[in-house]
């Protein structure tokens, strides 16, 4: 009998190594015990090299993937179950198509199985902000149902390449520092961060996106295993919408904005479909605003953005920002003004004496337009059709605010809270009275100054930047 050891419950490579030495040594299947970890005997690289005159046997490339996948399945007879196929590949080279085959059903199942807990892991990771250092980090937890970290963990790095994060898992973790992919052993659950306020948030936006009149409560079971319930924020909210779904479908029927888009005349979605109010959930306080957001399919530039950057501050403000859109930073925080042109901003509010909790900061437009380019995403301008889609938004922003002053930052916020398009430089500084009683006030973007090439010309910049600040704070204070 030969005992293996494998140095890891995920090790393809030592399984090669020694399927290739067994079989160029003729044993069979049934004289071959693999083991993990310690208590075998012998280790995969203690097999002997296979003669040079041995036999060729080409392995089929499906069948390597295959392998590949089913490493991952957390059945303990996997190791086993491909060195048989293995061998048996060698006389049935068309092996891998009888489906009715015992062990390859077994096999092709298994990969399935795979596959549906890498999907899995990228549909219910959900990131949690830690301190750490100067930079914020992003961990997650979650227990999929076979080994599937590492994976899954290059789409994660393709969707937050400019994130720091690791993925906690009891097998493996993943850990992304910007540059390059890490994984160390698994952790048990105490790792993982506890719940924060982004849990609530995730919980609102769960809520306001489920449409009780379409409750089907096995499909949601399903969809989100209950495995993964408990490390998701969103589930705590589940059995609360399942009780409540039957008096809120009715609401809905009662209350005609809410219809869905599609319900629509053709001709009415076909030509203004930016203008169609029932497509958005009417956030009721500026905490549902964000989750609200979240839901937004108002034009096109959610596909692309991590999330939706809702406005920040009191409900009780007298002054609100309007800058133009959440850059790179805004975009993976969720929170406006955050990155390099928020920190200058932050810079002119403290000179101006203007604190920036008493107002309320949000954007012409909720996501981030960019242009990806290699690991960096350039910001690029929002047109005019997103600026009206989203202006939704800031209507509604105001209404929950109703601050007296809304100072735009630069010309896109400027065309949003004035409906028309601005010239920032000849309007700067004089107020605007606004129909709904509020006045607007046009200044610069923070950016408009990072832009400028001189020292000097900055300088002379931040300081006009200031004076305005100050003029539309003393309009408030
Ligand atoms: N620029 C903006 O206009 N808004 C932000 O939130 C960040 C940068």
Request: proline share 8%; charged share 30%; glycine share 6%.
């Amino acid at each position: 009998m030969s005992l293996i050891r494998l140095e890891s419950e995920t090790d393809f490579e030592g399984w090669r190594r020694a399927a290739r030495a067994l079989r160029a040594a003729g044993v069979p299947p049934d004289r071959v015990v693999w083991k993990v970890g310690d208590g075998a005997e012998l280790f995969a690289e203690d097999l002997p090299v296979p003669p040079v005159d041995a036999p060729v046997f080409a392995t089929p490339r499906a069948f390597v993937e295959l392998a590949q996948d089913l490493v991952l399945h957390r059945d303990g007879e996997r190791f086993d179950l491909l060195y048989r196929l293995l061998r048996r590949l060698e006389d049935e080279p068309n092996l891998l198509k009888i489906v009715t085959d015992y062990e390859v059903a077994k096999a092709l199942a298994m990969k399935k199985a795979v596959g549906k807990a890498a999907y899995q892991m990228k549909q219910y990771v959900r990131f949690r902000k830690v301190e750490d250092g100067d930079e914020p980090a992003y961990v997650a937890w979650i227990e999929p149902a076979h080994r599937v970290a590492a994976k899954a963990a290059p789409f994660f790095v393709e969707r937050f390449a400019n994130m720091r994060w690791s993925i906690l898992t009891p097998d493996a973790c993943a850990h992304w520092d910007g540059e390059g992919l890490a994984f160390t052993p698994g952790l048990p659950r105490e790792h993982a961060p506890g719940p924060d306020v982004l849990e609530d948030l995730w919980r609102s936006y769960f809520s306001s996106t489920f449409n009780p009149a379409r409750l089907k409560v096995k499909a949601m079971t399903s969809q989100m295993p209950k495995r993964l319930w408990r490390n998701l924020p969103e589930a705590a909210v589940i059995p609360r919408l399942i009780e409540q779904a039957a008096a809120r479908a009715e609401t809905m029927v009662q209350t005609p904005h809410t219809e869905p888009q599609r319900r629509l005349p053709r001709r009415e979605r076909v030509e203004a479909p930016v203008s169609v109010p029932g497509d958005s959930v009417v956030p009721a306080s500026v905490e549902e605003v964000w989750p609200a957001v979240q839901a937004c399919r108002r034009c096109d530039l959610w596909r692309n953005a991590t999330q939706g950057v809702a406005g920040k501050g009191p409900a009780t403000a007298r002054l609100m920002f309007v800058g133009e859109q959440p850059g790179d930073q805004e975009d993976l925080a969720g929170e406006p003004f955050v990155g390099p042109a928020g920190q200058l901003f932050d810079r002119a509010l403290a000179e101006a004496g203007l604190p920036r909790t008493e107002t309320y900061v949000t954007n012409a437009v909720k996501h981030f337009k960019f242009e990806p380019r290699g690991k960096r995403r350039l910001h690029r301008k929002p047109d005019g059709g997103e600026i009206k889609a989203c202006r939704w938004w800031l209507e509604h922003e105001r209404k929950l605010v109703k601050p007296r002053l809304i100072v735009a930052l630069g010309a896109t916020a400027g065309q949003s809270v004035l409906g028309r398009p601005v010239s920032v430089m000849k309007e700067r500084g004089s107020p605007v009275p606004l129909e709904d009683g509020s006045t607007a006030f046009l200044t610069v973007h923070p950016s408009y100054m990072l832009r400028l090439p001189e020292q000097s010309d900055r300088d002379r910049a931040y300081g006009m930047f200031v004076e305005d600040l100050r003029a539309a704070w003393s309009l408030v204070a």
